[in-house]
T-cell receptor, first 113, second 112 residues
Framework: RKEVEQDPGPFNVPEGATVAFNCTYS??????FFWYRQDCRKEPKLLMS???SGNEDGRFTAQLNRASQYISLLIRDSKLSDSATYLC??????????????FGRGTQLTVWP | DVKVTQSSRYLVKRTGEKVFLECVQD?????MFWYRQDPGLGLRLIYF???????EKGDIPEGYSVSREKKERFSLILESASTNQTSMYLC???????????FGPGTRLLVL
């Protein structure tokens, strides 16, 4: 069983739409959570961390539900430039895994005009 | 700005050749990682290193080896390349207790 599971999509939405991605993780000892973004034929880059109380960064909102072991990313007012693959990322107990990140397979988003 | 560089963006090799992929980071990071990324399979960890001369197997180490002789440099070696090693290879680095990993631009390897 993979540590992190994501719906691969693709999600195709018009500009201005609101879209949400979910991700589940299998290890309840997971300590830190992130969303990365990967543009076509580019390397992944950190989009935002996910905090227990939920957090916003402009049009992006991330939430964590520890009881159900899932993470979500909400994008409001989608822009063409939001088209990318979004990767859900989890860190387990850092001390035992030496900083290893576990990546989901990614959810592909296409925003059309 | 953190910079992670990889020796080649594109590489074409023949089956059976020995292949070296090099990665260099300039942020004095302790941890370095090698992944491969394939359509539908996502990022898969091959090997990682948390210190000079130290290495740990990831999820798919078979057919690969690594070398970390200096803190800033982490090399991935395909001892005898095979066609199923055709892939995008991504290097990353981070501090020991990371909040994030920084990725290089990737090497697209084609094994004929």
């Amino acid at each position: 069983r993979k540590e992190v599971e994501q719906d691969p999509g693709p999600f195709n939405v018009p500009e201005g739409a609101t879209v949400a991605f979910n991700c589940t993780y299998s290890n309840s000892a997971s300590q830190s959570f992130f969303w990365y973004r990967q543009d076509c034929r580019k390397e992944p880059k950190l989009l935002m961390s996910v905090y227990s109380s939920g957090n916003e960064d402009g049009r992006f909102t991330a939430q964590l539900n520890r009881a159900s072991q899932y993470i979500s990313l909400l994008i409001r007012d989608s822009k063409l430039s939001d088209s990318a693959t979004y990767l859900c990322v989890v860190i387990l107990d850092r001390g035992s895994t030496l900083g290893r990140l576990y990546f989901g397979r990614g959810t592909q988003l296409t925003v059309w005009p | 700005d953190v910079k992670v560089t990889q020796s080649s963006r594109y590489l074409v090799k023949r089956t059976g050749e020995k292949v070296f992929l090099e990665c260099v980071q300039d942020m004095d990071h302790e941890n370095m990682f090698w992944y491969r990324q394939d359509p539908g399979l996502g990022l898969r960890l091959i090997y990682f290193s948390y210190d000079v001369k130290m290495k740990e197997k990831g999820d798919i180490p078979e057919g690969y080896s690594v070398s970390r002789e200096k803190k800033e440099r982490f090399s991935l070696i395909l001892e005898s390349a095979s066609t199923n090693q055709t892939s995008m290879y991504l290097c990353a680095s981070s501090f020991f207790n990371p909040e994030t990993q920084y990725f290089g631009p990737g090497t697209r390897l084609l094994v004929l």
